[in-house]
């Protein structure tokens, strides 16, 4: 079982950054992803950026180069960095936790089991 908890959403005007972050704890393997999803009202829920125990990265095409996923795993905290924020990157933003998937598939919200109550993210000027 992984319990996660995200914070550090909030609203901000068009250019800001915020980072969220999201605590991770229970069992985690060795081979792992760890991701951020985001969700609007009547959309799916679509993947923004996955991190692999490898440290190897994917990102949504419409967040490259503005958004970093990290993590401090002294902490185990995941961080999701957010630049140059648009009014469309506003969403339910929820991270999420898995055991032994593929990066490939990280980016797909159907992958994974564990999942985070989320944090509300609003740009807006």
């Known amino acids: 079982q992984v319990q996660l908890v995200e914070s550090g959403g909030g609203s901000v005007q068009p250019g800001g950054s915020l980072r969220l972050s999201c605590k991770v704890s229970g069992y985690i393997d060795s081979s792992y992803l760890k991701a951020w999803f985001r969700q609007v009202p009547g959309k799916e829920r679509e993947g923004v950026a996955v991190?692999?125990?490898?440290?190897?990265?994917r990102y949504a095409d419409s967040v490259k180069g503005r958004f970093t996923i990290s993590q401090d795993n002294a902490k185990n905290t995941l961080f999701l960095q957010m630049h140059s924020l648009k009014p469309e990157d506003t969403a339910m933003y929820y991270c999420?936790?898995?055991?032994?998937?593929?990066?490939?598939?990280?980016?797909?919200?159907?992958?994974?089991?564990?999942w985070g109550q989320g944090t509300q993210v609003t740009v807006s000027s």
């Open positions: 999420a936790a898995d055991n032994e998937l593929p990066l490939a598939v990280g980016l797909s919200p159907h992958a994974f089991r564990n």
């Open positions: 991190l692999a125990s490898d440290g190897k990265t």
